[in-house]
């Protein structure tokens, strides 16, 4: 199929699926660095008018029934990779207006030691226009995630940030069950929602699928789509 | 994973119909969705792809499904769809349509961008929508 064929039917796909399911607005960060507060609070503030948070058990609901339950419509904030400044810029701005984060955490950027994490992050595409933590920890502690968990979301973004479709079986089980354990290990509970680099989504890749599916994950974030596995 | 436009006077009825279905159903102003015209499709596509994805909060509408009895049966038993749900497959189509007469180098992630864009005019912070 040529790329205008591509484009032509991904668009025919996305807009079958946006027509055809229920819905979710969502906000993706990335980097939310201290110089960014003020806008990041912006979004959280306009969220917070408008929108209702929305928990894994909202989400379980609304995709079990095909009906939202809340007066306003649900606001996914989703905060991607598990940099520091999800706990100190990002959580007082939702604990003031009164909404869910979703953090996807990759473990191994936790798990990486911190002289080594900024060049962790550069070496796993981890974006990071800012330096502005000069003891050089740019991951969040297991400490600041495990008091995440209390009130928002704690997700798996796999272990390492790369491509699953490009590793051997060994690799993926690392990236989609390790990632799983160490949650298990850290938080002592699993963690139900997934998504892998580039988020491929359930039914693309069945490799990855069998993996999702072992290690218990109940959603599965991908580009256009959350599924509800299980 | 973003849009103000006036509506022309042959759409305002309708506007305010798609307005009243929104608040009924819940949803937001669904008509700010609406394709403009393909100078500004370009130019409010031009301008967001070239947001710093890693450093800003990018709008996203995502579609949810429900696998838990088979992949044959996405769609939750409960669900209708709603003037939101008509409206974005209704202007993505027509947005895609319109980049394509503009460009012969689009692939699948383009599409994301357009439904960026979508999000960006319903619920953006400085998209048209944000004065809602």
């Keep these: ?25 969502a906000i ?69 207006h009164g909404l869910v984060g979703w953090f996807f955490v990759i473990t191994g950027f936790v798990d990486a030691p911190v002289p080594q994490q900024m060049q962790y992050a550069m070496d796993h595409d981890i974006g990071m226009s800012t330096r502005e933590y000069t003891d050089g920890r740019y991951a969040l502690s297991w400490d600041e995630i495990r008091e995440l968990d209390r009130h928002h979301v704690i997700a798996s973004h796999a272990r390492s940030h790369a491509d699953i479709a490009a590793m051997d079986a060994a690799g993926r089980e690392a990236e989609v069950v390790g990632s799983q354990r160490r949650f298990e290990a ?3 509970h699993p963690v139900r929602s997934f998504v892998s680099y580039g988020g491929p989504a359930h039914g693309e890749f069945s490799p990855a699928d069998r993996l999702v599916d072992a290690a218990g994950y109940q959603f599965q974030f991908s580009n256009h789509r959350i599924q509800r596995l299980r | 994973m ?21 608040v009924g159903a819940g949803w937001l102003h669904p008509r700010r969705l609406r394709a403009g015209s393909t100078a500004s499709l370009r130019e409010e596509l031009d301008r967001l792809v070239t947001r710093d994805y890693a450093e800003q909060g990018i709008e996203m509408f995502l579609a949810g499904e429900d696998l838990a009895g088979g992949a044959e049966t996405p769609v939750p038993p409960g669900f209708q769809a709603t003037a939101l749900n008509r409206e974005l ?15 012969d180098d689009l692939g699948e992630d383009d599409v994301a961008a357009l439904v960026e864009r979508l999000a960006w005019r319903e619920f953006g912070a400085d998209g048209p929508g944000a004065d809602a």
Excluded at chain 1, 39 to 49: G, S, Y
Aim: a positive charge.
């Design chain 1, 28 to 96: 993706n960060f990335h980097n939310t660095a201290r110089q960014s507060a003020a806008m990041i609070e912006r979004q959280i503030a306009l969220c917070a008018r408008r929108f209702d948070a929305v928990t894994e058990d909202d989400l379980d609901r609304y995709l079990a029934n095909g009906t939202w339950h809340k007066p306003r419509p649900g606001m996914i904030l989703a905060f991607y990779e598990g940099y520091r400044n999800g706990y100190d810029v990002v959580l007082p701005l939702l604990e003031r």
């Design chain 1, 186 to 188: 850290e938080l002592g």
């Design chain 1, 1 to 25: 199929m040529s790329a205008a064929g591509a484009f032509a039917a991904q668009a025919d796909r996305v807009a079958g699926w946006l027509g055809g399911r229920p819905l979710l607005r």
């Design chain 2, 2 to 22: 973003s849009l103000t436009r006036r509506l022309p006077r042959r759409d305002v009825l309708k506007g305010l119909v798609g307005s009243l279905l929104a």
């Design chain 2, 89 to 103: 497959a209704g202007a993505l189509r027509a947005d895609a349509a319109q980049l394509q007469a503009l460009r």
